[in-house]
């Protein structure tokens, strides 16, 4: 069996960690397996569902508090296990030490996967893309911007984010019970999935929906994850008494369903690599309005509208309405394969990544 060594700072489920167990759910784990070093871990992470199929999941010491005792501990999670591959998934350049310790314990391939286009780690990201030529024998980005990003002028191997694009086929049966149990059948329903953290605009996307219920008093706007600034959010809906519109579901293990009940997919952010949740909602079948913010890549159906973040949240509010007016019947089909056309099968990537 070959085993392939992930590092993380935790399982929790967000971007890059539905990617990584996106690919892992669908490996023949008795020909491949994902192992995972991660800096933390929580209750409600992938933790019990990796060791469940075989996987091992490792605690270091986290970076910040402890430098020297997270590069001693990755190398000897490395060289006691004789890993050869090890991937390290990160939104900036500071964790590259990482697959230095990585190569000091004898992986000979190591890998860099960039996920994002920004962070809020500017200054050390900058000093530390200097050792991306060297350190790392292969880079990997989710996008171009997040290529860029990440390596600057060095090459890099674009390696898009995948879903299980079955897992979100439209269903009008589905459709139907999701709203029933929510009891939202004679609502319009808007969805956003992503964690509380500045970068997804979470703020903004609160006060234009406030204009949307102004049009649409029946609006519904379901907030799923979890994050930081989650208290601060709840705030916010209190104090334009949101209360009974805006609905925080946490962490959900059935977002497919959620999507299926779902009219509008909203997603303002400031920046992204390439989100994952906005392929997810047009494989569902959804019309989605994002930020311009955000990579065209991840525009693979007709049904995407980009808006600057510089637009009033009135004229936002306008466009979210315009498109919840759109029938989901006509189109859904086609953006299942439209989304399989552009590459975002994950069956296609697991068979692919099991290659490495």
């Not at 402890?66 to 939104?91: C, M, T, W």
């Not at 050390?124 to 996008?143: E, Q, V, Y």
Request: net charge neutral; proline share 3%; glycine share 6%.
């Amino acid at each position: 069996m070959k085993r392939m060594l992930h590092i993380v700072g935790g399982m929790y489920p967000g971007g890059l960690e539905n990617f990584i167990m996106n690919i892992y759910r669908n490996l023949d784990c008795d020909k491949v397996q994902f192992d995972v070093i991660v800096h933390s871990i929580r209750e409600g992470d992938y933790t019990k569902e990796i060791e469940a199929s075989g996987g091992k999941v490792y605690l270091a010491p986290r970076k910040s508090r402890h430098p020297l005792g997270n590069f001693l501990a990755i190398r000897k999670i490395v060289k006691e296990n004789g890993y050869q591959v090890v991937i390290r998934h990160s939104d900036n350049a500071f964790p590259v030490l990482d697959l230095l310790a990585a190569w000091m314990g004898g992986a000979k391939k190591r890998i860099y996967q960039s996920h994002s286009s920004n962070s809020s780690h500017v200054g050390l990201h900058k000093f530390f893309r200097m050792f991306m030529g060297w350190i790392p024998t292969d880079r990997f980005a989710c996008s171009e911007n997040a290529g860029n990003w990440m390596y600057g002028n060095r090459s890099c191997q674009i390696v898009k984010n995948a879903i299980d694009v079955e897992q979100y086929r439209f269903s009008d049966q589905l459709r139907e019970q999701a709203r029933s149990e929510w009891q939202m059948e004679d609502c319009i329903v808007y969805s956003h999935v992503g964690i509380y953290m500045p970068a997804k605009n979470h703020k903004f996307l609160v006060e234009f929906f406030a204009e949307i219920v102004k049009k649409q008093p029946n609006a519904r706007l379901m907030l799923i994850g979890e994050g930081g600034l989650r208290e601060e959010i709840e705030q916010q809906v209190k104090e334009l008494h949101l209360e009974k519109q805006v609905i925080l579901t946490g962490i959900r293990s059935d977002v497919p369903k959620l999507l299926q009940m779902t009219d509008v997919f909203l997603f303002p952010s400031i920046y992204e690599g390439l989100p994952l949740s906005v392929i997810e909602a047009q494989a569902a079948g959804l019309p989605c309005l994002i930020s311009d913010r955000i990579t065209k890549e991840v525009v693979v159906t007709e049904q995407v509208v980009s808006m600057s973040l510089d637009e009033p949240k009135e004229r936002w509010a306008q466009q979210a309405v315009a498109l919840s007016e759109i029938s989901r019947d006509s189109y859904a089909e086609t953006s299942q394969k439209l989304v399989r056309k552009a590459g975002y099968d994950v069956k296609d990537l697991a068979e692919w990544y099991a290659g490495l």
